[in-house]
T-cell receptor, first 114, second 114 residues
């Protein structure tokens, strides 16, 4: 049972380049999330998907887009990367977004934008 | 709004020492409280949780009690091991509307020396 998987593990981009971070979960969860982790700031929610076919902005959505491809997969796209987007990105999933539901996290993608 | 404040690290302890990591929160209503742990190079894992006042969450020798009167959820362990070295995040989940979001503290790095 893989849980939440993310690809790639590491990525270096130049300013202005684009890329897509992939996330998949095999727990049949309805809700999925994208966070970024920066030193001294904890984790901040970028976007989330409460259920297949829906997406909503979180705390820091600017510069990002997401796609909930199906129930398993939730991708995060940077259209024109900026140095301020250098961070570690975590994907998470939960059974549902309402009510108490534990979130399960992937191993993260470390992104550097030069 | 909702927020979580944790003590800044790093916290450096010798093996078998007593651990306390302080966490206080600001929230309306009755949030659920969590401690997550992040081992080097990995994603976050749920360590323990408490869903109502006076509840005590416990796991792997760690404990935290939900104190509504002091809005706190301090993490404790009686005897730490080198393998406990990690970053610890306090988080709250407040129920509101159709979707709930986790709010994280900034994280506290624990380093345990043999």
């Amino acid at each position: 049972n893989a849980g939440v998987t993310q690809t790639p593990k590491f990525q270096v981009l130049k300013t202005g380049q684009s890329m897509t971070l992939q996330c998949a979960q095999d727990m049949n969860h309805n809700s999925m999330y994208w966070y970024r982790q920066d030193p001294g700031m904890g984790l901040r929610l970028i976007y989330y998907s409460a259920s297949e076919g829906t997406t909503d902005k979180g705390e820091v959505p600017n510069g990002y887009n997401v796609s909930r491809l199906n129930k398993r997969e939730f991708s995060l796209r940077l259209e024109s990367a900026a140095p301020s987007q250098t961070s570690v990105y975590f994907c998470a999933s939960s059974e549902a977004s309402a009510g108490y539901n534990e979130q399960f996290f992937g191993p993260g993608t470390r992104l550097t934008v030069l | 709004g909702n927020s979580v404040t944790q003590m800044e690290g790093p916290v450096t302890l010798s093996e078998e020492a007593f651990l306390t990591i302080n966490c206080t929160y600001t929230a309306t209503g009755y949030p659920s409280l969590f401690w997550y742990v992040q081992y080097p190079g990995e994603g976050l894992q749920l360590l323990l949780k408490a869903t109502k006042a006076d509840d005590k969450g416990s796991n792997k020798g760690f404990e935290a009690t939900y104190r509504k009167e002091t809005t706190s959820f301090h993490l404790e362990k009686g005897s730490v091991q080198v393998s406990d070295s990690a970053v610890y995040f306090c988080a709250l989940l407040n129920y509101g509307g159709a979707t709930n979001k986790l709010i994280f503290g900034t994280g506290t790095l624990l380093a345990v020396q043999p």
